[in-house]
């Protein structure tokens, strides 16, 4: 009984994540999609400027990627230092920094 049983989760841990993936991906191309449009309407700033702002200003901090958020219309840029992630969110129409945790 304790053999299936660590059959079955040995299974749940290596087919939960590869199932969650999907919906994952399709939430990051949804939220890539919305910038493109919002972007290409002239509503928000690229991205790529928008990094070239707030890149400098992070030194000694590895940049782990951005996220955007269409109902707010802010990037969240996300870095990691020493150990620690910290998030820079940024108004995605005038570039301005919003909040940053430390």
């Known amino acids: ?21 999907p919906a994952f991906a399709q939430q ?7 910038a493109r449009r919002e972007m290409n309407a002239g509503n928000i700033m690229e991205l790529r ?27 969240r840029l996300k870095f990691i230092k020493d150990g620690r992630v910290m998030y820079v969110d940024v108004d995605a129409r005038t570039g301005k920094v919003l909040r940053r945790s430390r």
């Open 1 to 21: 009984m304790s053999r299936i049983f660590a059959s079955l989760l040995a299974f749940g841990l290596i087919v939960g994540p590869i199932a969650a993936e």
């Open 28 to 34: 990051r191309r949804s939220e890539q999609g919305e």
């Open 49 to 75: 400027d928008i990094e070239a702002r707030i890149l400098p200003t992070m030194r000694g901090a590895d940049y782990l990627g951005p996220a955007y958020d269409s109902a707010a219309m802010a990037y």
